[in-house]
């Protein structure tokens, strides 16, 4: 299994400097190892699996599961970066007015409705006290 782990894993590139990849793909492969450790150690308190060759299986399938779940997640967040990091400055300007809308809009509509229900409440206890 080691030996599909790594073929699998071996060209995963996240990062343009190799350096710095290493080290993220590093920590990134400490993290899925642990995950699976703790994985397997709690199939074996269940009963789920019983021999070496099973738990072995089962470590390297989680860890190469999740080693590629958490590698795609940051290079989701690589690139989303690096998308809004190369937008130009109107396009900013764009969604930070669509935004500055959306949150003037969502103000205003919560103001009137509280004001309707303060009109109500007053009206209410108006009418009580006749």
């Known amino acids: 299994m080691k030996l599909i782990?790594?073929?699998l894993t071996g060209e995963i590139s996240l990062f343009e400097n190799p350096v710095e990849n290493y080290i993220v793909i590093?920590?990134?492969?400490?993290v899925a190892f642990?995950?699976?450790f703790h994985a397997?150690?709690?199939?074996y308190g269940c009963g789920i699996i019983s021999g070496s060759e099973e738990g072995s299986f089962f470590h390297w399938f989680i860890r190469i599961v999740f080693l590629v779940i958490i590698c795609y997640l940051i290079a989701t967040v690589v690139k989303?970066?690096?998308w809004f990091n190369n937008l130009p400055i109107t396009k900013w300007w764009v969604i930070g007015g669509a935004v500055g809308g959306v949150v003037f809009?969502?103000?205003l509509v919560k103001i009137i409705k509280y004001k309707k229900r303060e009109r109500k409440k007053n009206t209410e206890k108006s009418e009580v006290k006749k």
Do not use: D
């Open 26 to 30: 590093a920590l990134v492969g400490y």
């Open 80 to 82: 989303l970066y690096n």
């Open 40 to 43: 397997v150690g709690k199939l």
């Open 105 to 107: 809009l969502y103000g």
């Open 5 to 7: 782990f790594e073929y």
């Open 34 to 36: 642990e995950i699976a």
